[in-house]
Each structure stands twice: as structure tokens, then as C-alpha cells.
């Protein structure tokens, strides 16, 4: 079945530590996005990537990275600056990133110890 | 001002209630619309599209008015399985600009 898988459900981050989010999908879409939620907040773009090689950042994309080196993997990296990572994260994607439906991963959430 | 404004709720409803919820959007600029669902700790699911011209998807129905920048979906006969947060989504900028409104939280009671 053709979908987005994100790894692992839950992960705990250490003061001082950088986690890996991971995001992969089947479905042979172009584009692909982050988005972080916060409890009782719409979802906050982090990052998207329209074409391999290819990433632009989002409305709150500092302390965040990404690389998209492959069409079908798109791992995000949290990294110790940022302060507040304790979030529900989702990745998605689109056919080309146009006015189009949203297909998401499952989500990870993070913590922090 | 947010740029997606959604009643947070929560909407308490019994079983076959018609619920309606409104969204509004602030930027004119603003090119296609959508309701997605959440349900706890889950990904949102797209629900439906929404067009001028207002569009039925069975018990479900959207409308879209741009002249007062408003949205709204209609449920009837709700079901104990509608129970679930329902977002309002605003495209700009050729789609790459997605904006999510903080959702609405429904809850269906027997």
C-alpha cells in the first residue's frame, strides 16, 4: 500500500542533544513538507521541499534542519537550538506541490527529558 | 489576528444533530480551501474541498463566501464516529503557502 511512514511514533530528546525524525514515502510525490503542532494550535510549517536537492524554510523553521537527497525521504533533525521541542510532528506530501490534497504521515511525537 | 480563525469549541452534540462550524480567513489573496479531520493524537485527513459554488459530500456540506472571507461545513445527522477536531485549511501563494486554523473539537454523544 502506497503511503508516508514517519519514525518513531515517540522519541525523547536529551538537553543538548540532536534527534532525527524520520519520513519516508511511496507514493512518488514531488513535494514534501514539516509541520509541527502545538496543543490547541493550527499546524505551523517547518520546512518543505519541492524537487530533490531542493528544501525552503518555513514559518518557524530555526533549529530545524532537513535534507532531501533521495524523492522519497525527507528526515527532519532537531537540533539543541531549539528550546522548545516538546511537539506533535507531522510530515506530508503533495503530487507537486500545488492547491492539491495533503497526504500525512502518522506523526511522531517528541519530548523532551 | 490569526490568519485562519476557527471557533476552538468544544461543540457537544447528541446523536443525529446537525452542527455547523465557520471559519474565517483574513488574507484576500487566498486561492482554494479545505476541511480536514483530526482525531486525537492522529494525522489530519482531508474531508472535503471547498468551492464558490458550495459542495455536498453525503452528510457533510461546505460552503465558501470570498466576498466576506468565510467558510463553513455543515454536518447532519451526526454520528458518535464524527467526534474529532475539524480544521480549516487556506491555500495562498500557489499552494505552497498552507494555512491551518487551530481547529474546531466536536464531540458526538449518544
Known amino acids: 500500500d502506497g503511503g508516508i511512514t514517519q519514525s518513531p511514533k515517540y522519541l525523547f530528546r536529551k538537553e543538548g542533544q540532536n534527534v532525527t525524525l524520520s519520513c519516508e514515502q511511496n507514493l512518488n510525490h514531488d513535494a514534501m513538507y514539516w509541520y509541527r503542532q502545538d496543543p490547541g494550535q493550527g499546524l505551523r510549517l517547518i520546512y518543505y521541499s519541492q524537487i530533490v536537492n531542493d528544501f525552503q524554510k518555513g514559518d518557524i523553521a530555526e533549529g530545524y534542519s532537513v535534507s532531501r537527497e533521495k524523492k522519497e525521504s525527507f528526515p527532519l533533525t532537531v537540533t539543541s537550538a531549539q528550546k522548545n521541542p516538546t511537539a506533535f510532528y507531522l510530515c506530508?506530501?503533495?503530487?507537486?506541490?500545488?492547491?492539491?490534497?495533503?497526504?500525512f504521515g502518522s506523526g511522531t511525537q517528541l519530548s523532551v527529558l | 489576528r490569526k490568519e485562519v480563525e476557527q471557533d476552538p469549541g468544544p461543540f457537544n452534540v447528541p446523536e443525529g444533530a446537525t452542527v455547523a462550524f465557520n471559519c474565517t480567513y483574513s488574507n484576500s489573496a487566498s486561492q482554494s480551501f479545505f476541511w480536514y479531520r483530526q482525531d486525537c493524537r492522529k494525522e489530519p485527513k482531508l474531508l472535503m474541498s471547498?468551492?464558490?459554488s458550495g459542495n455536498e459530500d453525503g452528510r457533510f456540506t461546505a460552503q465558501l463566501n470570498r466576498a466576506s472571507q468565510y467558510i463553513s461545513l455543515l454536518i447532519r445527522d451526526s454520528k458518535l464516529s464524527d467526534s474529532a477536531t475539524y480544521l480549516c485549511v487556506v491555500n495562498r501563494d500557489g499552494g505552497f503557502k498552507t494555512i491551518f486554523g487551530a481547529g474546531t473539537r466536536l464531540f458526538v454523544k449518544a
Open positions: 506530508a506530501s503533495s503530487i507537486q506541490g500545488g492547491n492539491e490534497k495533503l497526504f
Open positions: 471547498v468551492y464558490s
